[in-house]
């Protein structure tokens, strides 16, 4: 089916109000979006990075948009009514990039990534703090390298469902959920970190999630993980840290407030330093354990110690359960 040349499909109406085809969704990137006026514009914001030759279907009876170049004049769309709208790009479409600006607050969900030819994701949805739910669904970022800051503050998000998405050549994923503060699960472990250099305050200020399973990520090449769980206060576990390759830290702040305001099960904790100690990690770090409390009087204790004075550390935790 050619891109300029697509049948018409029949609608139907979801249960939040907005037509959907029956078949949704394929290939396509889907997002809804939201005005609340006559004739008001909304603008689909990119970086100048890749090529781009896509077709964007409006979701309203406006003729489909061509879009050629990163800042096409085509990117921006007039609604004539306000109401939410389902926007659909097929073809080539390598980065959106709301990146804290723009109509952000307009954004409601994205119902599906698509393969679209992603290359960069990093700062996409950046401040859409109106936007509620994210569905990768059917989509291909086996291209993508950066997915820094992607969720940034996303404050208002509750369903984040990633398990679509491919890490395979990311490299940052510096506060890529940074302050999604409603979250309360999310899935990771589809995850390949093996190119990923910079974790630090990943999942920082994600205060309302309750357990994290990092057990799949590869650390080896990280280099900072500093803040990765800053101030994520309901966590109750995270299960795989203790299990983290911290051999390619290599300065005093890559650990810095690691898990500040955080407290790991005991036994967690335990392993954790067992393991880290084992290492014979970078010196002169000042991790921050939060109120983490280890087990005393035995080789825990004995490998904290060792930390502390072999390896230069400055630990900060919740001292002997």
């Avoid at 891109?3 to 290939?27: E, I, K, M, N, Q």
């Avoid at 390759?245 to 290599?250: A, M, T």
């Avoid at 036994?267 to 280890?294: I, V």
């Amino acid at each position: 089916m050619s891109l300029r040349h697509r049948r018409r499909r029949t609608l139907f109406f979801g249960s939040d109000g907005v037509s959907v085809p029956p078949d949704a969704y394929t290939t396509e990137f889907a997002m809804i979006v939201a005005t609340t006026t006559a004739s008001e514009t909304f603008t689909i914001p990119c970086q100048n990075v890749g090529t781009f030759n896509a077709i964007i279907d409006w979701g309203d009876s406006s003729t489909p948009s061509t879009i050629t170049a990163y800042n096409d004049a085509d990117l921006a769309h007039v609604y004539n009514s306000p109401g939410d709208h389902v926007i659909r790009i097929t073809g080539t479409f390598p980065n959106i990039y709301f990146n804290n600006g723009g109509d952000k607050l307009k954004v409601k969900s994205v119902e599906n990534l698509g393969e679209v030819g992603w290359t960069r994701l990093n700062r996409a949805f950046f401040g859409c703090t109106n936007m509620t739910s994210f569905t990768a669904g059917t989509t291909d970022t086996s291209a993508v390298t950066d997915i820094s800051v992607m969720f940034y503050n996303c404050t208002g998000l509750t369903s984040l469902d990633i398990s679509g998405i491919n890490t395979t050549l990311v490299t940052s994923m510096w506060i890529m959920f940074r302050n999604c503060t409603v979250l309360t699960s999310l899935d990771v472990t589809n995850f390949n970190t093996a190119s990923v250099t910079d974790t630090s305050s990943m999942f920082s200020g994600c205060t309302g999630l309750t357990s994290l399973d990092v057990t799949n990520f590869n650390t080896a090449s990280v280099t900072d993980i500093s803040s990765m769980f800053y101030n994520c206060t309901s966590l109750t576990d995270i299960i795989g840290v203790d299990t983290f390759n911290i051999g390619g830290l290599d300065s005093a702040g890559d650990l810095s407030n690691f898990a500040f305001n955080v407290t790991l099960p005991t036994a967690r904790y335990d392993a954790l330093l067992l393991a880290w100690e084992a290492q014979d990690p970078f010196d002169g770090m000042a991790p921050n354990f939060g109120s983490s409390t280890y087990t005393g009087g035995g080789a825990v204790a004995t490998a904290r110690a060792s930390l502390i004075s072999r390896d230069g550390w400055t630990i900060t935790d919740g001292g002997v359960a």
